[in-house]
T-cell receptor, first 116, second 117 residues
């Protein structure tokens, strides 16, 4: 049973560039959430996708956008990268929308983004 | 707004000792969920437990146990007879179900647990 998979594992970008991160949910899950984890901090909620729509959003600017495909996989796009965007980006999947109260969130290994 | 505080930044113990990780939360909702996750060096967050606000029963799973006390807004995690493999960063998290979980999970800053052989 495949868990949550994310690609790429590591990424180095230059300030001002754009980046796309990808996530495949755990088998049987239909909801994908994205979190940003800065070094030494807990993950922060970016947004959640369910039924191909953004359902919930945390306190992140519009430079952060996403998409969910019919097969439930998802992409996170970040435009006009800033040095402060350097972080581990975690994807989580679950069955049904919400903050994990319907079903626990299962996380991937994350994508380490470095902005120089 | 909800908040999770893990006051212990780092804990170091010798193998086989018992260790308790503290978690204090703040929420205005009466219906909410609490979680503990483990993050090993690989980066993946591993789900350990979920507890809803109406269930204050303590839970034990092998060497792990959790003490939920609404009166003190705490959800502490104890590892009995710790092992080197328990070394990781542990996160406590909160989800407010009443508002539809609009902010996703709110995590604490984590406690880095080091188990020395």
């Amino acid at each position: 049973d495949a868990g949550v998979t994310q690609s790429p594992t590591h990424l180095i970008k230059t300030r001002g560039q754009q980046v796309t991160l990808r996530c495949s949910p755990k088998s049987g899950h239909d909801t994908v959430s994205w979190y940003q984890q800065a070094l030494g901090q807990g993950p922060q909620f970016i947004f959640q996708y369910y039924e191909e729509e953004e359902r919930q959003r945390g306190n992140f600017p519009d430079r952060f956008s996403g998409h969910q495909f019919p097969n439930y996989s998802s992409e996170l796009n970040v435009n006009a990268l800033l040095l402060g965007d350097s972080a581990l980006y975690l994807c989580a999947s679950s069955l049904g929308p919400g903050g994990g109260y319907n079903s626990p969130l299962h996380f991937g290994n994350g994508t380490r983004l470095t902005v120089t | 707004a909800q908040k999770v505080t893990q006051a212990q930044t780092e804990i170091s113990v010798v193998e086989k000792e018992d260790v308790t990780l503290d978690c204090v939360y703040e929420t205005r909702d009466t219906t909410y969920y609490l979680f503990w996750y483990k993050q090993p060096p690989s980066g993946e967050l591993v789900f350990l437990i979920r507890r809803n606000s109406f269930d204050e029963q303590n839970e034990i799973s092998g060497r792990y146990s959790w003490n939920f006390q609404k009166s003190t807004s705490s959800f502490n995690f104890t590892i009995t007879a710790s092992q080197v493999v328990d070394s990781a960063v542990y996160f406590c998290a909160l989800s407010e179900a009443g508002g539809g979980g609009a902010d996703g999970l709110t995590f604490g800053k984590g406690t880095h647990l080091i188990i020395q052989p």
